[in-house]
């Protein structure tokens, strides 16, 4: 099997993991966060290939997986970890996986869906991902602890009716998901809203952070972060708010 996984090290404590080898519409950022007491992992890709044994946690050092939402590129994975926080809003569709919620079915007959096979005979066509309860669910205003940071939950619908963020308010360190991130922003799924994803650009703008890491895309500062809020604000205007 080819290394179906890139990695890099993002700075002394963060890891970003991607699939290169998956079409760039459902090709995800994965974040490992190295914390003091839990380790957190932001989002679990395709799950084409096992994305566990790529994640270096040290032996009964607990590791909290975070989906932002349940779209198939950010759910394909979580199964295979016993610890998976979620959207409350979404929580009972983990149970399932269904793949009208999901968008599974997209991959299906996506041209190109992969630029290399995993292993051989591999189809898209055949592709499914494992229900993955979650084992806790998170609101607006709750905090997920690594013991020395904190992160706020943050609802900011738009994309998703589900999609979460997690804010460090004390370090301005900002895991965005698909509420934004420095690429084409997606808003035209059955299930996104423009005028909810407009109301989540203006809360934004006034997020005070340090770094913003999203679910696609490079990683973005407040000033960049400003600009992509404001430019989707201004092609979406008259749409409402």
Known sequence: MLDWFSKTEVDAHTTILAEPFVHDFVRANIWHLRGRDVDLLVDTGMGICPLAPQINTPAGKPLLVVATHIHLDHVGSLHEFPSRAGPRMSAAHFDSMDEAVTYAHMFHDLDGAVSKLPAPGWKAA????????????????DLVDLGDRRFRVLHLPGHSP???????????LFFAGDAIYDAMLIDDLPDSDRPAYRRTMQRLLDLPIRIGHGGHGPSFDAKRMREIANGYLRRTDGIGA
């Open 126 to 141: 055949d592709y499914k991902i494992p229900p993955a309860p979650l084992t806790r669910t998170l609101d607006e205003g």
């Open 162 to 172: 589900d999609s979460i963020a997690l804010f460090d308010e004390a370090d301005g």
